[in-house]
């Protein structure tokens, strides 16, 4: 029995600017508005505005929740001020990688974890049976928000010119309540695309009067709005993973080389401790295989599941794989042997449909933007 895709509060305008939908996690999302080389580029030189409603937003309240995060994520929740925001993981018994997540603290005794679409109920169900015994709640807030980004390196003035909110003070990966052209809102300075920018926490029934406030004030600007397929090159380019692509239940964090999210010297035990120590010594004795960026020498560009090789063996496999508009190359993340990890290893190539086409191997990101 198939289930209607789920609507975010901006589906109507995205219609009718012509956008291209589809469905991405059970939801019914913009894909591109006209050229999705024009919105990366955007991006890159002016700013772009995305609807990231699909994002899953769950709020964990009470005296021990940040005890509670503690146990269940990898990352040292308590060390996190009042409004800022971490990068961490959670993970299986086995050190799997469930989701990659952002923890904002919105006040002392409250904590907003943001998931991943395609992983919010699992992160849900997670957490909420991780609670028992903690004197914590753990409460699915999906439907309590919108979430409208606006990333590039015009984002603050076309943000400034709408808000009283102090941006130049608002450091990357933090976030402070305030006001958005009359919406009241989270505004974090984060995002998924390499630039500087900020992603806006609103009630649904406020987030089509806060896009359209936002769109009219980027005119000038250069703002164009953007689709889940930009998005991609975008976080490709500036080399962060992809749930289900660069992390899966299959790998641990220090497989995928973000060891450094697992904090073993927080007190107490967490999720998947025993599991993780084990992962992190065999990642310093005896990688089986690295995370690295490949550049191709020619125009055929790799996609997820092509096999890497060198000297007529498959030494890897492709995770996600796109043409960088930025670049104006073909480039991929793969997973490959540690014999092969290291930049400037000559003779690897991807083996596109029985061709083995040549790519070098670089470090990530391969794209940093200016500061």
Same mark, same amino acid.
């Given at each position: 029995?198939?289930?209607?895709?789920?609507?975010?509060?901006?589906?109507?305008?995205?219609?009718?600017?012509?956008?291209?939908?589809?469905?991405?996690?059970?939801?019914?999302?913009?894909?591109?508005?006209?050229?999705?080389?024009?919105?990366?580029?955007?991006?890159?030189?002016?700013?772009?505005?995305?609807?990231?409603?699909?994002?899953?937003?769950?709020?964990?309240? =009470?005296?021990?929740?940040?005890?509670?995060?503690?146990?269940?994520?990898? =990352?040292?929740?308590?060390?996190?001020?009042?409004?800022?925001?971490?990068?961490?993981?959670?993970?299986?018994?086995?050190?799997?990688?469930?989701?990659?997540?952002?923890?904002?603290?919105?006040?002392?005794?409250?904590?907003?974890?943001?998931?991943?679409?395609?992983?919010?109920?699992?992160?849900?169900?997670?957490?909420?049976?991780?609670?028992?015994?903690?004197?914590?709640?753990?409460?699915?807030?999906?439907?309590?928000?919108?979430?409208?980004?606006?990333?590039?390196?015009?984002?603050?003035?076309?943000?400034?010119?709408?808000?009283?909110?102090?941006?130049?003070?608002?450091?990357?990966?933090?976030?402070?309540?305030?006001?958005?052209?009359?919406?009241?809102?989270?505004?974090?300075?984060?995002?998924?695309?390499?630039?500087?920018?900020?992603?806006?926490?609103?009630?649904?029934?406020?987030?089509?009067?806060?896009?359209?406030?936002?769109?009219?004030?980027?005119?000038?600007?250069?703002?164009?709005?953007?689709?889940?397929?930009?998005?991609?090159?975008?976080?490709?380019?500036?080399?962060?993973?992809?749930?289900?692509?660069?992390?899966?239940?299959?790998?641990?964090?220090?497989?995928?080389?973000?060891?450094?999210?697992?904090?073993?010297?927080?007190?107490?035990?967490?999720?998947?401790?025993?599991?993780?120590?084990?992962?992190?010594?065999?990642?310093?004795?005896?990688?089986?295989?690295?995370?690295?960026?490949?550049?191709?020498?020619?125009?055929?560009?790799?996609?997820? =599941?092509?096999?890497?090789?060198?000297?007529?063996?498959?030494?890897?496999?492709?995770?996600?794989?796109?043409?960088?508009?930025?670049?104006?190359?073909?480039?991929?993340?793969?997973?490959?042997?540690?014999?092969?990890?290291?930049?400037?290893?000559?003779?690897?190539?991807?083996?596109?449909? =029985?061709?083995?086409?040549?790519?070098?191997?670089?470090?990530?990101?391969?794209?940093?933007?200016?500061?």
């Amino acid at each position: 029995m198939s289930t209607a895709p789920r609507l975010t509060a901006l589906d109507a305008l995205h219609r009718s600017l012509g956008a291209t939908m589809t469905d991405f996690a059970g939801w019914d999302m913009p894909l591109r508005y006209g050229s999705e080389r024009d919105e990366h580029n955007a991006v890159r030189t002016k700013a772009g505005l995305f609807d990231l409603s699909h994002m899953g937003e769950i709020t964990v309240t =009470g005296p021990e929740a940040v005890k509670l995060l503690d146990y269940a994520l990898v =990352g040292n929740i308590s060390t996190v001020g009042v409004g800022r925001a971490r990068y961490t993981h959670i993970c299986q018994e086995d050190g799997g990688i469930l989701d990659d997540l952002i923890v904002y603290r919105l006040a002392e005794t409250e904590y907003m974890v943001v998931a991943n679409a395609s992983n919010a109920q699992v992160v849900l169900d997670a957490l909420t049976e991780r609670a028992a015994g903690f004197d914590a709640g753990v409460r699915d807030d999906r439907d309590a928000y919108a979430l409208i980004a606006v990333q590039g390196p015009e984002s603050p003035g076309i943000l400034a010119s709408l808000t009283d909110a102090d941006l130049d003070n608002l450091k990357y990966y933090a976030g402070l309540p305030g006001t958005v052209a009359g919406v009241p809102a989270l505004i974090a300075r984060t995002g998924y695309t390499g630039e500087d920018g900020f992603e806006l926490f609103v009630a649904p029934e406020h987030a089509v009067e806060l896009w359209q406030a936002l769109a009219k004030a980027g005119e000038g600007a250069g703002l164009v709005p953007c689709g889940l397929s930009c998005r991609d090159t975008l976080r490709l380019e500036a080399g962060m993973p992809l749930y289900g692509h660069e992390l899966t239940t299959s790998l641990t964090p220090f497989d995928a080389g973000l060891g450094r999210v697992v904090k073993f010297e927080k007190e107490g035990d967490f999720v998947g401790r025993a599991a993780l120590e084990a992962a992190a010594e065999r990642a310093a004795t005896n990688p089986p295989r690295k995370l690295v960026g490949l550049v191709a020498e020619g125009r055929r560009v790799p996609r997820a =599941g092509f096999p890497v090789v060198a000297g007529g063996a498959v030494i890897g496999e492709v995770t996600s794989g796109a043409p960088s508009p930025t670049l104006g190359k073909p480039i991929a993340m793969a997973y490959v042997d540690a014999a092969h990890a290291a930049p400037g290893t000559s003779g690897v190539g991807v083996d596109i449909r =029985g061709t083995h086409e040549p790519y070098e191997v670089v470090a990530l990101p391969f794209y940093k933007r200016q500061k």
